[in-house]
């Protein structure tokens, strides 16, 4: 089976982050923060296991909670729900686990993430889950799951037994299976591996890799105050 997905790192977007009109919204709004596109490459299913820390198949049971979050790039809406692990597949976890999305809505303000699926409270999906374990100046400290390459990453259970993605990929259960050779993924573990990579390699300098490690510990923040757009 394959899998389109975008070439990047399971992560959340990196927009810059649009404002509202000039003299202040007195109404909702909506900001697209990013857009599909029709060309996109394909990956296949090994390669979103082996980008995903948790495989499962989950029922979305808690409504969204929405807020903002700090990153280096710029301020942006994240929303997450709470869900019921009802069999892992790669990886371990607890019974319920919190899943987070860009995307949302705080106050007047509406982010829409095109590239994110809609999970919806009571349906069960098949989820390629990726748990930050680094900051990078984009993921906050906590215990929370974000989905493997968004829309691609996502299946919904059908009627029928099987899983099927918004892309119009079906899965069976004969594709459920972890590659040989597949360990559930650590984000802090693979940029570890590719600095010390690139080192090696003389593509960065000591002080560019010093900078690029003790990234992986500055952490994006959750605001207790709403932006004032």
């Known amino acids: 089976s394959e899998v389109p997905s975008t070439p990047s790192t399971p992560s959340a977007p990196r927009p810059t982050t649009p404002s509202a009109p000039a ?23 090994h390669d979103t296991f ?6 499962a198949v ?13 990153q280096d790039t710029g301020t942006r809406i994240y ?12 990886g371990e976890a607890p019974e319920i686990i919190t899943i987070r999305q ?6 007047l303000r509406t982010e829409v993430s095109e590239s994110q699926p809609t999970l919806r409270v009571g349906t069960t999906y098949l ?8 900051g990078m100046g984009r993921y906050t400290k906590g215990d929370y799951y974000m989905i493997v390459w968004g829309r691609n990453g996502s299946y919904e259970q059908m009627p029928q037994g099987h899983f099927a993605s918004t892309k119009g990929v079906k899965l069976e259960e004969a594709d459920l299976v972890v590659p040989e ?21 003389g593509q ?26």
């Open 102 to 107: 860009p995307g949302g809505t705080v106050g």
């Open 23 to 45: 003299e202040g919204p007195e109404e909702p709004y909506t900001v697209y923060m990013d857009h599909e596109t029709g060309m996109m490459p394909k990956w296949t299913l």
């Open 127 to 134: 989820l390629f889950l990726m748990k930050p374990d680094a």
């Open 204 to 229: 960065i300098t000591r002080e560019a890799y010093d900078q690029k490690v003790a990234a992986l510990d500055r952490y994006a923040v959750i605001l207790e105050e709403n932006p004032d757009y």
């Open 50 to 55: 082996a980008q995903s820390s948790l495989v």
């Open 79 to 90: 929303s997450q729900k709470t869900a019921v692990v009802e069999r892992v597949i790669l």
């Open 58 to 70: 989950c029922t979305i049971t808690g409504e969204e909670e929405s807020f903002y979050i700090q």
């Open 181 to 201: 050779g597949v360990e559930p993924y650590s984000l802090r573990e693979d940029r570890l591996n590719k600095y010390a990579e690139q080192l090696s390699r």
